[in-house]
């Protein structure tokens, strides 16, 4: 399975925007933050909006508005970023080629259950997902060592 770019720069933005709120420096402005990483504004605007749309985000108007997190960092995990940007549709689809070819002919019965190969990927995929969902923004903050962390707050204009 391959994600997108912009998962990582969501959650990126994610820890940033968790930093940025410990010391009172949210809002931000979506420029603001497009230029902390060197990214296009207008497509980091998009995996912006894709955050704001699932909750993990939200803009206050005006002046001083900006983006901040929506809700505490630690109630927003891996997989809400992931699924965000990516949605929530399943990586692996079953087609059922062992119904055709050779095994047209054959009763729907000895279908009845999912193949292995299908039992496999879904177990693959529930696996990766319940690892996500255990990590949390403020996990991943916590994990950063704290020069990064303090270098952004810098960058922003705290202490």
Known sequence: MRMSEGVEWAAHVCVLLHWLEADDLTPVSAPRLAESYDLPAAYLGKQLQALA???ITESLPGR???IR???A????TLMDVVAA???GTEAFSCTEIRRRGMNAENPR????KP?????AMRSAELAWRRELAATSIADLAE???RRVGDAARRHFGGT
């Open 53 to 55: 749309r699932a909750g």
């Open 64 to 66: 001083r508005g900006g």
């Open 69 to 71: 997190l929506a809700r």
């Open 73 to 76: 960092a630690s109630r927003i």
């Open 85 to 87: 940007i990516e949605g």
């Open 109 to 112: 019965s000895e279908f009845a």
């Open 115 to 119: 193949c292995g190969i299908a039992h």
């Open 143 to 145: 994990s950063t060592p």
